[in-house]
């Protein structure tokens, strides 16, 4: 095993931190905690996306100096294995050596252009080859303007308004997306976040994840309104919930009743839980399917693809505006295409598949040998471990996780040199970096971390 530093130390807020500056572990944190202080002059809360700056679970956010294979190294020179990967995109880790190289070879040729590129080419083309379902695809540069397309694209094929979406699923930061609505009810939305008009969210329809009756009660009495039903095939931000038996299917049948696309949120599970996705993985094809994350590579790039009749819809060949100064950036391309043809090529996915089994194992016997209730989803290389004493299918189940024990144990966990998700509702993800010596230290850090809970 390989050396490694010792890294900061388990407890709780910057302020009181500096307290105990003697304490060995009190200065492994130092550069970070000052970086966080001029960061929060500089830019709200210090960060530049809400879930960094670590609120869920305490504790000074960790600036990232560098990243490699499955390791991180913060400011403080502390290593980390991170198992967050960029939220995902980083399948192949950090830093690989075919994906660097791709990209420095394009930027050496000019970052941008504003003009079609081949890079987009073959990346579209990669692709269409991957998922059936799609057939053209546009790029943009963030999962949040692929599903923006993907639902506008929806209702100017329909000719509706409404969207159907499902309680815990994360689609961006979209106006008419940022819903949730109340537990269970098929409620008009109204808005999480504020500065979102309730007009926005007003044609968006929340419905229960997993629960298919409720979804054709809905979806049957209000047929003639809906535009899409837009779905995590596998929710990835409530946590990590898999679709149940029929789940899907059910949706497919209900959208082409009531002639509502059905469109596929798979910027988390595109080239994830299988190369061809969750449509792949469960034989589910979708109408609009977006991509992102791991897509690009570790750089700013989304897609959203699917049938032609629909996609034709987009300017210029059709009259629905959307448009972007870096869509299809070629570094980004270049990234994104060296990663897809290296998974392609070497179809990681039944090792993954099998090093992330061995973790969700190590993880479930050390809270059972620790006595601590829980439950472990794991859809893939993509996984959550909850705090929980009975299953975790929807929003509301993982929402009733105890969060507090979560937010410790990601703590205990960071002082440990192991990166979790910074919140009980976010998935934790393995890379084809992650080797079994990786796992096994991060299930011996999970027996030591839940037995002192
Ligand atoms: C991350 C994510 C998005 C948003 O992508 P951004 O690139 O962060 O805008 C949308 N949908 C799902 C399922 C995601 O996980």
């Known amino acids: 095993m390989a050396q490694r530093r010792v890294s900061p130390r388990p407890t709780t807020d910057g302020a009181r931190m500096s307290a105990h500056a003697r ?10 905690r000052r970086l966080l202080v001029r960061a929060r002059r500089l830019m709200p809360g210090g960060v530049n996306s809400p879930v960094r700056a670590f609120g869920a ?8 100096a560098r990243g490699a294979g499955p390791h991180l190294w913060d400011v403080d020179g502390n290593r980390y294995l991170d198992l967050v990967c960029s939220w995902g995109a980083l399948i192949l880790g950090h830093g ?3 994906v660097v190289e791709a990209a420095c070879r394009a930027v050496r040729l000019g970052s941008t252009f504003g003009a079609p590129t081949q890079a987009e080419v073959e990346l579209a083309a990669e692709i269409v080859a991957a998922v059936p379902s799609i057939e053209s695809v546009r790029f943009v540069s963030s999962g949040t303007e692929a599903v923006m397309t993907a639902v506008r694209l929806a209702r100017a094929f329909t000719g509706r308004a409404t969207i159907a979406k499902f309680e815990g699923g994360y689609h961006g930061h979209a106006d008419g997306l940022l819903v949730r609505a109340g537990s269970g009810a098929a409620a008009l939305g109204t808005p999480d976040s504020a ?5 926005c969210a007003a044609d968006t329809l929340v419905l229960p994840y997993n629960d298919l009756p409720r979804a054709r009660e809905v979806l049957t009495a209000r047929a003639e309104e809906i535009a899409c039903v837009i779905v995590e095939p596998v929710a990835g931000n409530m946590g990590v919930v898999p679709p149940q038996p029929g789940f899907l299917e059910g949706l497919r049948a209900l959208a082409e009743r009531s002639g509502a696309l059905l469109i596929f949120d798979e910027v988390i599970t595109g080239f994830r839980v299988a190369y061809g996705g969750a449509q792949e993985r469960y034989g589910v094809s979708a109408d609009l399917t977006t991509l992102g994350k791991i897509v690009g590579g570790g750089f700013p790039l989304a897609a959203v693809g699917g049938r032609r009749e629909v996609m034709d819809l987009l300017a210029p060949t059709g009259p629905v505006y959307q448009a972007g100064t870096l869509s299809g950036n070629p570094v980004a391309c270049a990234a994104g295409l060296a990663t897809l043809r290296l998974l392609k090529r070497e179809n990681p996915y039944p090792a993954l598949e099998a090093s992330a089994d061995r973790l969700a194992r190590g993880l479930r016997e050390a809270a059972a040998r620790a006595g601590v209730p829980h439950t472990l989803n794991r859809v893939g290389s993509m996984l959550a471990l909850f705090f929980a004493d009975r299953w975790v299918t929807d929003c509301q ?12 144990f990601f703590r205990g966990m960071l002082a440990r040199g192991v990166y979790l998700p910074p919140s009980q509702l976010e ?6 970096a992650h080797e079994d010596e990786h796992v096994g230290l991060v299930c011996e850090a999970a027996e030591a971390v839940l037995r002192a809970l």
């Open 23 to 32: 304490r060995p572990s009190a200065a492994s944190a130092g550069r970070s």
């Open 397 to 408: 189940s993982a929402e009733a996780t105890d969060r507090a024990r979560y937010a410790a």
């Open 96 to 98: 690989h050596p075919e």
């Open 427 to 432: 998935a934790a993800f393995l890379s084809t």
């Open 57 to 64: 679970v305490g504790g000074t956010p960790r600036f990232i």
């Open 195 to 199: 500065g979102i008009p309730p007009a």
